[in-house]
């Protein structure tokens, strides 16, 4: 008996080792694939001048798509897009065959593109006992409206919420305690302590995607929405708005990532889903200095003594501004326009059981001779998709789990693309993972090593940091990754994850830094770390092999 214990013992020690052993063999297959001529080659072309900037609806856009698409039918992946109908020769015609149905590579969609009309109106009403005052300002000289989805016009009250900012993990929400449902809500730019590098509330607050304002205020729009606000002006003490406004200096629009004459058009408009119903209107109001000290003025707020207080208590301080009323009109012109997803799929042993691999292949355009390629931001996220796909048909091995690639669209108008995917994939709760690939080939400034990746995981799964850790030491890949919980069901963030993570599906993304090339026209390939690209490529992949045969 005891014999025969060992042997069965020895039997299943055995095949588990060989079964590690065939597995590393097929991720060893799978790693062959990745290449840099691979990367660098496909990359060159998706981030040239030739895609134009990639805008979401533009020529360019289309292009880009019908590259992936191609690349896609080069690697042998299946399409996953709409329905459409293919036409019979007239060989086939007369053989009696029909027009049928097949499956594309595309997922086409209607999307609202909408501008600044030229009827704008904002007034502050003033009730002091039975006397009542208004003050009109004008339009582009004291203030203006990003672009809502339809004209609104409305009067309501407005409410101070100190930076418009929550972080449930360190228990600070400036809208606690305070109703701005139907209002207009007052915020400041930053986050506590944002002032203050040495103040605890920096240390606490502080992280990469607060370090961008963009992706920070995004967060802010969405969590005003979540409270029923209907308007938000997010005011910059260090700043005037009437700085953007000028008429007559010939180089006005002097910036960082943009000189010229003329405003940027893709800045004029903004684009949504239209749906069956209106989405819950968020009015963005931009205002002068001027402006906002006649909101404020008989009130007791000080924005610097608010900032003061933030960092050093970390307490909020949000509050209604009395006897004060602000009424608007916005006026809104609009178009449809189609754009597009790319989905290509693998399919494994269950058809039921999906993991989505992402990355946004639109860009910002081109505008006056500017050509905004995002080569990072994010043709290498793309690239990484597609290369991943590559990867995991090369192995030759059905992998258990389906697999979906996707180049979304429309990330930079308000992650377009991804929300429609997710809110058209029917049931929804095939889908296990998303893994989310944005901006992977740049360094941060303080990643002296060229080898930092900040990989945000939904909290709770701690599988994923651990076959990520795994897959580094057993493959020795040079990467110091940075690990980011994010509360499952948040629908705040700046990439392709985040409608993922709102429907409370598992994900992790990828994010290798923030270049102070980003959303400029020096993004272009000259100027990657294509070592870290391929570096984070190969983990991509091992992490989803791993996810895909679990």
């Not at 690697?75 to 020769?89: C, L, M, N, S, V």
């Not at 305070?178 to 040495?198: C, E, Q």
Request: glycine residues 8%; aromatic residues 12%; hydrophobic residues 35%.
């Amino acid at each position: 008996m005891k014999k025969t214990i060992i042997f069965l013992l020895t039997i299943f020690l055995t095949s588990i080792s060989l079964n590690g052993l065939t597995q590393n063999s097929v991720k060893e297959k799978g790693l062959e694939a990745i290449t840099m001529n691979g990367i660098k080659g496909s990359l060159e072309f998706l981030a040239s001048d030739w895609t134009e900037g990639r805008e979401t609806g533009e020529r360019g856009s289309f292009m880009a798509a019908d590259y992936i698409q191609s690349m896609f039918k080069v690697y042998g992946i299946q399409p996953a897009g709409d329905i459409t109908y293919a036409r019979p020769t007239a060989e086939q015609r007369a053989a009696g065959i029909d027009i049928q149905q097949v499956k594309g590579y595309f997922q086409d969609f209607s999307l609202v593109k909408s501008k600044s009309g030229t009827n704008q109106v904002f007034e502050l009403k003033r009730v002091n006992g039975t006397t009542n005052s208004v003050q009109s300002f004008e339009y582009l000289t004291d203030f203006s409206f990003s672009t809502p989805e339809v004209s609104q016009s409305f009067e309501t009250e407005i409410v101070f919420v100190g930076y418009g900012y929550k972080d449930k993990a360190n228990a600070y929400d400036d809208y606690k305690n305070v109703d701005v449902k139907g209002k207009i809500v007052l915020i400041i730019t930053g986050y506590p302590g944002h002032r203050d590098k040495n103040s605890d509330a920096f240390k606490k607050f502080s992280n990469d995607e607060n370090r961008v304002s963009y992706y920070l205020s995004r967060s802010k729009q969405n969590w005003a929405i979540e409270h029923g606000a209907v308007g938000i002006i997010e005011c910059n003490i260090e700043y005037n708005a009437q700085d953007n406004w000028y008429t007559n200096y010939p180089l006005r629009f002097d910036s960082r990532g943009y000189e010229g004459d003329v405003p940027m058009t893709t800045r004029e408009y903004s684009m949504r889903i239209p749906g069956d119903k209106l989405d819950p209107q968020l009015l963005r109001i931009s205002l002068s200095n001027r402006t906002i000290n006649e909101i404020v003025k008989d009130s007791k707020i000080d924005f610097s003594s608010f900032e003061k207080i933030a960092a050093e208590k970390m307490k909020s301080a949000s509050m209604i501004i009395p006897n004060l009323r602000i009424n608007v009109y916005a006026d809104v012109e609009s178009e449809i326009i189609k754009a597009r997803n790319i989905l290509g799929m693998i399919e494994g042993e269950n058809l039921n059981d999906i993991i989505v691999i992402g990355g946004h292949y639109d860009h910002m355009g081109m505008h006056k001779g500017f050509i905004f390629n995002g080569a990072d931001d994010d043709a290498s996220g793309v690239i990484g998709m597609l290369t991943i796909a590559k990867a995991i048909k090369a192995t030759g091995v059905k992998p258990k789990k389906t697999i979906i690639f996707a180049a979304w669209t429309g990330e930079e108008k308000g992650l377009l693309g991804s929300k429609y995917f997710v809110q058209s994939f029917k049931p929804l709760d095939r889908i296990t993972y998303n893994l989310n690939m944005d901006m992977i080939s740049r360094n941060n400034p303080t990643d002296s090593k060229g080898n930092q990746l900040t990989m945000k995981v939904t909290k709770g799964n701690d599988f994923f940091e651990e076959i990520t850790k795994n897959n580094i030491k057993d493959f020795n890949l040079d990467m110091d990754v940075i690990y980011n919980p994010i509360d499952a069901g948040t629908s705040s963030g700046g990439s392709d994850y985040v409608p993922f993570c709102a429907e409370y599906i598992p994900f992790f993304s990828f994010n290798a830094g923030f270049d102070p090339n980003y959303h400029h026209y020096d993004d272009e390939t000259s100027t990657l770390n294509w070592e870290k690209m391929l570096t984070i490529v190969k983990l991509g992949f091992l992490d989803i092999w791993d996810l895909a045969n679990n």
